[in-house]
Each structure stands twice: as structure tokens, then as C-alpha cells.
């Protein structure tokens, strides 16, 4: 039988009539032990009060903002295992039958899904001390990051541009002659570059003693889930907590036929052959990062994309300097306008355009036109979770309106990026772990990791005219920069936006080679407040590209000797 337990203050030291600040757990939810129950603020400290025993909480007695003291009785659980009653147990009877073993499918901490988000929540609560069950339908962990996302689009993207640069160099007096391509040995070394780090996360996890179970996970209750497993049986799991990182799918557009010729970006990724003709539905990220690897293995390509431009989010002045340097890419960029129809002939997909006369006809359509969350097939409705367009809406702890049930990464809204979900793994788990945190990232860095790379962060200057927020706008050419000169990157740029009244800056952006691997630099100047001067005077090594962080600063104050004199610009 459950017995009730009182949940009084602990020993506060010299502190009294202390007010209570948060109360991560709710009426109904089961808590683990040691999990924090309350966190009381003294004027020198916060302090969390946990849980003496598992169990689940029938009544929390106090609410924010109200005094306790030692001793003040702040809540009751239930609690179901005898050793951790305050006072002796009594012996069982000899008859009873023994309790059954939750151990076997039990957890402190589920998580669902071994995405980016999945697996930092799951290896991050494992560190923290939790008991943590791992479910994934797929074979390996990663999700579609590692396995048919990031990491694979990279592998290509650095043949992508290895290849044009050689290519290039010939300007230069250094001929390699043209590009052969070895299809299978390229899919080849794509896949070692997956496997080496799948196998790496599978390692981590057996080293962190997370229990993985390969099965498609569906909640038949708020602390239970079913997992149906790939060998056609199922098994039932039980948790305190559950961290739910299902992640995102392709839209598949309706129009399109179902034809080998029209793929995802995962069948891009297979590299099925490559074509003459390539048309990318969709001018965002994924489409022209897929649209630079097949044109530099040879496909001459269009883009029909719905929005007015490519890259809809990044200022004009960016996107112009990479339109220029991927003119020879494409035959048609098609803004503003839609894919109507499609048929699949002997001869290639036939595409009709809005606003055309004539159908086009491609060897390989790619759509990329967006992806949507895989809130809709988890059984959330019995766990009590609300969907909100397939989306699982969260508050900054990262739980759910079931506040033991947390969700993270593309399941939870924009941006679908995988350091946004291994963020909010981070934050997720030790919410669940019952530490405080919180996700409260100033920005997320965003790339597209094309030949140039454009990457951007914060404020954009698009926005802050239509918000009419007040900015300063310092820009860099790099064909003032030695380094971009010497790489034949001269036709780059670095662009800040600083507040007008702080000189703090809001936002920056970059094209140009390792345009992504700088950014980072621009994020921590954000979530560090600094301003201008800080950044100006901060000494970058030269010659570098990242030093053009620093020269758009100086530039912005007026004291960068490395572009003419202000008024001669
Ligand atoms: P996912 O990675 O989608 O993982 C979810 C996992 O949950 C999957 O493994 C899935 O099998 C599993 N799952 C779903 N339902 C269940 C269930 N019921 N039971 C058990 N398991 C389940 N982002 C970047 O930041 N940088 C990039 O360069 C980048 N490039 C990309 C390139 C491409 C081509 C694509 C498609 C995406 C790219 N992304 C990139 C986006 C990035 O992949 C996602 O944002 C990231 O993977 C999201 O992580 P996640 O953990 O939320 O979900």
C-alpha cells in the first residue's frame, strides 16, 4: 500500500521566512529521490529542497513567493518502496507476493529519440546520476543529423569545394586537369564518416551505462511508454521523467509523383547517380547546400523557390556577394513562384511552373521544402501532452504543460538546428535531474554550408529597419583583408550591427570560406554584451579571415587603417 509522506524544510542554517522562488514539480507527477521539490532564496543563496524518497506528489502546500522556515511542512508524496520510508518498515507478510520488480523496465529518465537533442539529454543525465533509458526506431543513434543530415551533407560539401578550388587554382598557374568521379568510393566515404561517429555515440552510451532500445516509442499514459520493438515484440517501459527528441521528417509535396527521380534530402545524400539536369524545390539551406554538391559533381541546376528570395532571413547585401559566386551553377532561379504539377515520363520528371508555358523536364527533382515535427505519431494524447501543429510547445525549463515530460529539438519549433537541440538536451536533462537551468540563449547562429559559406547570427539589418530599431552597421570588405586576397576570397564580407545608444553589438554576418567557423565569435560577443570597443581592441591573429570580425568593429568607430579614410569609402 502507498503511504504518505510529509515533506517539511530542511535545517536552513541561520536563514527564516525565506520565500519560495520555483516549483519545478507538479500535483500528480512522480519524482524521483533527491529530486528538487522546491528552491527557497535567502538574500546570500538559492537552496533546493528535495525529495527524501520516490515517489509521486499528492499535494504541494505552499506557492511561490510564499515564507517557510525550518520545519514548515511544504508538500506530501506517496510513496510505493518501503526502504525509503522515514520510519522502520514494518516486516512484510510472509504470504504477500513480492513486489513486481520495477527495475526491469523503470527509469529515472526517458528519452525518446537519439538525435542530437536524444542523445546529449540521455549522456548528460547519465553523468548527472539518472537512470536513463534510450529509445531509437533507427538503427543507429545520431538522427537525422549524423546520419542523413549534418554530417553526410558536410562530407559531400568539403568534396564540393575541394574539388572548384583545385579547379580554380589553374588561374593560379597549378593544374590538376578535370574532375573524374568515382560515385561508389564518394558514397563510401561518406558512410565512414557516419559510421565513425554513430559507433562512437554507441560506445559513449554503453560507457555511461544509458540502456538503448532499438523501437518506436508511443506513450500509453503520463509515466509509461510502449516500445514496439523491431523484432515484433513489445515492452513496456515506466519513468519519473521523459525527454521527448523525436525531431523532424521532409515535407513530402503533394503534387509530386512517387517516382525514383524525386527525392528527399536523404536520397540526395545517396548520391543515386548524378544528373544532367537537377531542379531544387525550395531555396533554403538544405535545397542549396544539396544544389552545391550535385553541381560540382557535374549537374547543371534550377531552383524554383515560393518565396520572393533565396535565403528569405539574410540580408540582401550577403546573399548578392554568393549569388554572384554561384551564377555558374545554375540555369534558372525561379523566386516567387511555385511548382504546379509534375509527371513522371521515359524522358525525366516533367515540371510545370507556375507562370510558364512549358513544362521543364529533369533528370532528378530534389524538394526541399521544408521539414515538419514528428509530434503527431508519439501517442502524446495519452500522456495528457498538448501538440500545437505537430509542434510540442515548451517553456524555458523544457517541459511540456505535463511538467515531467520535457521536449526538445526540431519537436519543439524553429530554428530545426542541431546545436539547438543539444542545447536544450543539456537544459532538458538537468531540469529533469532536478538542478535549475534554463535555456536562455541570446542567439542561434545559423549556416549554410555553401561554396561561399554565408553565416549569421542575431539582428539582421532587414530587421531591425522593418522593426525600426535604431543599429549601427559596420561592414568589412575582404578584399581589403591580406589572408582573403592570398586564399582568392577577396570578394567576401563581415558585417556587425551594433545598438545605437549601447554600442553593443546585435548581430553580425559573413560570406566568405569558413564563414560558419566564425560566427561563433559574433555569438559570444552577443551573449557577452560587448560593444564595439571590445571587440576592436581585442587582438585577432593575423592574417586570418576571423580577424575580419575585428576590422568590421574598428571600421564601425571610424579607427580601422586598413580601409581608406571615413569619408573617402
Ligand atoms: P533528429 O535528429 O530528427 O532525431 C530524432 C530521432 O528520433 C530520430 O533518430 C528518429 O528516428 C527518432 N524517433 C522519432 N520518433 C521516434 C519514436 N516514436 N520512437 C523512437 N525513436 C523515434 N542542422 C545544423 O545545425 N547544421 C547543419 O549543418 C545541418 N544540416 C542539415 C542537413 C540536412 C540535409 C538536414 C535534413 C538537416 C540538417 N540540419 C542541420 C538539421 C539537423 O539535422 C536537425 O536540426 C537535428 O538533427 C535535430 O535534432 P533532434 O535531436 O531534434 O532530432
Not at 254 to 279: H, N, Y
Request: hydrophobic share 45%; charged share 20%; net charge negative.
Amino acid at each position: 500500500m502507498p503511504e504518505t509522506l510529509d515533506i517539511r524544510v530542511p535545517d536552513l542554517g541561520d536563514y527564516a521566512d525565506v520565500p519560495v522562488i520555483e516549483i519545478p514539480v507538479a500535483p500528480g507527477q512522480p519524482v524521483a529521490k533527491d529530486q528538487t521539490l522546491l528552491v527557497v532564496e535567502s538574500d546570500k543563496a538559492t537552496l533546493d529542497i528535495p525529495s527524501p524518497a520516490a515517489g509521486r506528489l499528492v499535494e504541494m502546500l505552499v506557492g511561490l513567493g510564499d515564507a517557510v522556515s525550518a520545519g514548515t511542512l511544504v508538500a506530501r508524496l506517496t510513496v510505493e518502496a518501503p526502504e525509503v520510508r522515514t520510519e522502520p518498515a514494518p516486516a512484510p507478510a510472509p504470504a504477500a507476493p513480492p513486489p513486481k520488480p520495477q527495475a526491469e523496465a523503470g527509469c529515472d529518465l526517458l528519452v525518446i529519440g537519439g538525435g542530437p537533442g536524444g542523445y546529449s539529454a540521455a549522456f548528460r543525465a547519465a553523468d548527472l546520476g539518472q537512470r536513463v533509458i534510450l529509445v531509437e526506431r533507427d538503427a543507429t543513434l545520431g538522427g537525422v543529423c549524423l546520419n542523413v543530415g549534418c554530417i553526410p551533407s558536410k562530407a559531400l560539401l568539403h568534396v564540393a569545394a575541394v574539388t572548384e578550388e583545385a579547379v580554380r587554382l589553374a588561374a593560379h598557374g597549378i593544374s590538376f586537369g578535370a574532375p573524374t568521379v568515382d560515385l561508389e568510393k564518394l558514397r563510401s566515404f561518406k558512410a565512414g564518416t557516419v559510421r565513425r561517429l554513430t559507433d562512437g555515440l554507441a560506445q559513449m552510451a554503453r560507457q555511461r551505462k544509458v540502456e538503448v532500445i532499438r523501437g518506436t516509442a508511443r506513450f500509453t499514459g503520463p509515466s509509461a511508454v510502449s516500445v514496439a520493438l523491431h523484432g515484433g515484440d513489445t515492452r513496456d517501459v515506466t519513468f519519473a521523467s521523459a525527454i521527448v527528441a523525436a525531431g523532424s521528417s521532409p515535407v513530402a509535396l503533394a503534387m509530386l509523383p512517387d517516382d525514383p527521380r524525386i527525392v528527399d534530402s536523404t536520397g540526395a545524400l545517396e548520391l543515386p547517380f548524378v544528373p544532367r539536369r537537377l531542379l531544387v524545390i525550395g531555396g533554403g539551406i538544405i535545397g542549396l547546400e544539396m544544389a552545391t554538391v550535385y553541381s560540382a559533381l557535374g549537374a547543371r541546376v534550377d531552383v524554383v523557390e515560393r518565396l520572393p528570395n533565396l535565403l528569405e532571413g539574410v540580408d540582401r547585401d550577403l546573399v548578392a556577394v554568393w549569388m554572384k559566386r554561384n551564377a555558374h551553377r545554375f540555369d534558372r532561379i525561379r523566386t516567387g513562384t511555385e511548382v504546379m504539377a509534375a509527371e513522371a515520363t521515359p524522358e525525366g520528371i516533367a515540371v510545370s511552373i507556375a507562370g510558364e508555358a512549358e513544362p521543364q523536364t529533369y533528370d532528378l527533382v530534389l524538394q526541399a521544402a521544408g521539414r515538419r515535427p514528428n509530434g503527431a505519431n508519439l501517442g502524446l494524447d495519452a500522456a495528457g501532452v498538448v501538440l500545437d501543429g505537430g509542434f510540442v510547445p515548451v517553456d524555458a525549463q523544457m517541459r511540456t504543460n505535463v511538467p515531467h515530460i520535457l521536449a526538445i529539438g526540431d519537436l519543439n519549433g524553429q530554428p530545426m538546428l542541431a546545436h539547438k537541440a543539444v542545447h536544450q538536451g543539456h537544459v532538458a536533462a538537468e531540469v529533469a535531474a532536478g538542478h535549475r537551468a534554463g535555456f536562455d540563449a541570446a542567439v542561434i547562429p545559423s549556416v549554410a554550408y555553401t561554396d561561399p559559406e554565408i553565416a549569421w547570427v542575431g539582428l539582421t539589418e532587414t530587421a531591425a529597419k522593418a522593426s525600426g530599431r535604431a543599429v549601427e552597421v559596420a561592414r568589412f570588405p575582404w578584399a581589403a583583408s591580406g589572408r582573403a586576397i592570398a586564399n582568392g576570397a577577396d570578394y567576401g564580407l563581415t558585417k556587425l550591427l551594433f545598438d545605437a545608444q549601447t554600442k553593443r553589438v546585435v548581430g553580425g554576418a559573413i560570406v566568405g570560406p569558413s564563414a560558419g567557423d566564425m560566427i561563433g565569435e559574433v555569438a559570444l560577443g552577443i551573449e557577452m554584451g560587448a560593444d564595439a570597443t571590445d571587440i576592436a581592441r581585442t587582438i585577432h591573429p593575423h592574417p586570418t579571415l576571423g580577424e575580419t570580425i575585428g576590422l568590421a568593429a574598428e571600421a564601425g568607430l571610424g579607427l580601422c587603417t586598413d580601409l581608406p579614410p571615413v569619408g573617402r569609402r
